[in-house]
């Protein structure tokens, strides 16, 4: 009855580990294009694509099987022809505005950028009223 149990608690544990899957990277993922002129356009393009799963790294610096899975998709269009903006456009469709280290100028953002520039004003304004206020000696 134990050993029942004992096994079935090893069962149990091992699971997990049987669960993960060592699956073989993307062709591309770290394998450059034979074309040099095509393998500059897709790098350009990947050093602007942030790492979904690292976040603070473009997918051409990140180690992390989904930026090679991203990179080799990257690399498979622009060697089928695709041009890089229309890639660009396909994974910030997919993944979302975040994925782009490009800014968008979409016209709800313009109050984020407008920010900084309206503090900075009223702040030098409440600069250029306390020094008039304050009395000569």
Do not use: F
């Not at 450059?32 to 690292?54: G, N, S």
């Not at 490009?102 to 709800?108: F, G, H, M, R, S």
Request: glycine share 4%.
């Amino acid at each position: 009855m134990t050993r029942g149990l004992l096994s079935l608690l090893l069962l149990m544990l091992a699971a997990p580990v049987q669960a993960q899957t060592a699956l073989p990277p993307a062709p591309y993922a770290d394998r450059q294009l034979d074309d040099p002129a095509l393998e500059r356009k897709a790098k350009a393009l990947m050093e602007t694509i942030r790492c979904l799963t690292c976040q603070s790294q473009s997918i051409a610096d990140s180690n992390a099987s989904m930026a090679g899975d991203m990179r080799s998709e990257i690399r498979e269009r622009i060697r089928a022809g695709e041009e890089p903006e229309h890639i660009r456009r396909w994974l910030i469709e997919r993944y979302g505005d975040w994925v782009s280290y490009e800014p968008t100028a979409a016209p709800i953002l313009w109050p984020l950028w407008a920010a900084p520039i309206v503090l900075l004003s009223l702040g030098l304004l409440l600069m250029r009223g306390r020094i008039k206020r304050r009395p000569r000696a």
